[in-house]
């Protein structure tokens, strides 16, 4: 059943045992880098253990009765995946291994066979590098163009440059992220796929940040492609998620030839199964697939749209505190509707590292790197920063201990 009204964060951390963990010679954990993977509730964890104790088979293939089980729950995970992103149907949802696949499935499939010389892939400044080096292998080898949407300072992408690229006649696909894990950025999708649509051309979205933070609907926002993974909303490591409508995936070719993607295969030809198995060779993460079913009925339990209302909560709160600290320079939108629960900064000339390390010191985890948008870095004009990112179990007072810390950090480094 769907609760009503503020998020229980109490109760909810009652079901991530991890939380509880002391790190750093007896510090509470406050784990602030859930943009790089979450925690998992005791009903992922049970749900695993319970497959490996009880139902262990291989899926698709034998007639007993726990591979009939196992079949059956993986394929209920699969059913839940395309209700949860309103897919019209489970021929649409393929299992990858993250969404980096995801992403380079398209790209080997679906662009090997689209996308030519001269003609252009259309991406933003602001790509995690999982969607923006599938399309330099893909572009490089047809002797096609890679092209850019810039960003601006505010973090909002240029919208008059995307326009300019869509006029120059060439462009074969479209793939932008729908949020930015370094900036929190919100992309207009809607805006880009319907200008898009109205020129014939195609769009991928990279769904990795927001599909786990909002309620993300394929139908409404009518893309073409949508790639995201399970470990980033509350399900393991080792699934990814591509969401391709029936009528393309249809005249997609295989990416991977192997077992389970076949229907008949003879000395020199093969037919290939039905969609969606067509693009799973080999045995899946069965059991990976089969705990990313509880990890989706957790976050239906809370509903969408309250997990984001309370990511926007911490996040306002977030950035009302940070832009309070001397010597802070934080990066992306200002209005908290307009980004995600990410909030990355630098403050002084402490290196990104240096304060994550201070803060590892306080038992709060957070990020700091180039954060995979290397690309997005030069334009920043830096080499890295550090980024706290959100979810349901964080609370303000977290955020506080945050913020402490990295006052500390500052009073230590005289900023
Ligand atoms: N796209 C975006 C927007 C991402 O943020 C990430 C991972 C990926 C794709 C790739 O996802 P994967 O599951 O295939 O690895 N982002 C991050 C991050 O921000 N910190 O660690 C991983």
Redesign the pocket.
């Known amino acids: 059943m769907m609760q009503k009204g503020a998020l229980n964060v109490q109760k909810i951390r009652e079901d991530f045992p991890i939380l509880k963990r002391k790190v750093s010679g007896g510090k509470q954990l406050v784990y602030l ?1 859930n ?3 979450t925690q998992k509730p005791l009903a992922v964890i049970d749900s695993i253990h319970d497959y490996y104790m009880n139902y262990n088979s291989n899926i698709h293939r034998a007639v007993h009765q726990m591979a009939e089980e196992a079949t059956l729950a993986f394929e209920t995970t699969r059913e839940k995946v395309a209700k949860f992103v309103n897919a019209r149907s489970t021929e649409e949802i393929i299992f990858t ?7 380079n499935l398209v790209a080997y499939s679906w662009g090997r066979s689209n996308v030519k010389k001269d003609d252009k892939v259309v991406i933003t400044e602001i ?2 590098h ?2 923006i080096v599938p399309w330099q292998i893909l572009t490089t080898e047809k002797g096609a163009k890679l092209e850019y949407i810039g960003v601006d300072d505010d973090g909002y992408l240029k919208m008059q440059e995307y326009k300019q690229h869509l006029d120059s006649n060439k462009v074969k696909l479209v793939s932008v ?1 729908h ?4 900036l929190g950025t919100i992309v207009p999708v809607n805006d880009i796929i319907k200008m898009s649509h109205e020129r014939g051309i195609p769009v991928l979205i ?1 769904g ?2 927001s599909v786990p933070h909002m309620q993300v609907d394929v139908q409404k926002m009518d893309c073409d492609f949508m ?1 995201f ?1 399970a ?2 909303m509350l399900g393991p490591t080792g699934v ?1 998620i591509l969401y391709v409508k029936k009528e393309i995936l249809e005249k997609m070719p295989p990416f991977m030839g192997g077992g389970d993607m076949i229907k008949e295969v003879h000395k020199y030809e093969t037919r290939y199964n039905d969609l969606p198995y067509k693009f799973e060779g080999g045995t899946p993460n069965i059991a990976d697939v089969i705990g990313f079913s509880a990890a989706i009925d957790y976050l239906n339990d809370i509903g969408m749209d309250r997990v984001r209302e309370h990511e926007i909560e911490l996040t306002k709160y977030a950035i009302d505190r940070i832009t309070g600290v001397k010597g802070v320079t934080l990066y992306g939108p200002r209005n908290v509707n307009d980004r995600g629960g990410v909030v990355s900064f630098n403050i002084g000339d402490i290196h990104p590292h240096d304060l994550a390390t201070i803060m590892n010191d306080h038992g709060i985890a957070i ?1 700091s790197g180039h ?3 290397q690309v997005l870095m030069e334009r920043l004009d830096v080499s890295a920063t550090s ?1 706290a ?1 959100f979810y349901i179990y964080n609370t303000k007072e977290e955020i506080d201990k945050f913020i402490d810390a990295l006052d500390e950090a500052r009073r230590l480094f005289k900023i």
């Open positions: 880098d943009a790089a993977t291994r993250n969404a980096t696949e995801a992403l790509e995690h999982s969607n992220t949020m930015s894990n370094v990279d990795a940040q790639a993974s470990h980033k990814g990020r954060h995979c948008a980024r990112s």
